[in-house]
């Protein structure tokens, strides 16, 4: 009974390490994708040094990912009338439901993704929809994100940290 269990696992180790191994020295290797940071949020491209067969070889960097506390914190300030579906501090992604803006008709949802140490304009990242799955027009998403970066540029002034 031992012999044949002992037999299986080599025959599945086996037919593993061959399926492994046919991939190996093609050049049409599948990659895994990453999305590039153009304007154009539907262009893909992909990342020649990243294999299905990289997640055994991966290495801890000792990299981490800063955001900036001045803006993470404004954003939350300005856009403190939605509610606060999901939030990771770490990506520096925050997701909020639909709420109605103080003096406002129309309920709204962001998307705010944080994604440099920077404060700067470049670093905020935000995404406004209405209620219908529309998205918002230029003028009114580029009024909240002034209104933040403003809050945030108060908050490091107030700290003395210039």
Known sequence: ??????????????????LGACGLGREATPRAATYSNTNNPNVIETDP???IWSIFNRKNTGTNVSVNKYLWSASLEVLNFLPVQSIDPFTGVIVTGYGTPPGGG????????IDDPALDARSLNLALQTQGGRTVNTATTRAVEDAILSRAREMRLADNKF
């Open 106 to 113: 129309s309920a709204y949802r962001a998307t705010v993704l």
């Open 49 to 51: 040094d990243n294999t």
């Open 1 to 18: 009974m031992a012999y044949r269990t002992v037999c299986k696992g080599a025959v599945a180790l086996l037919i593993v390490a061959s």
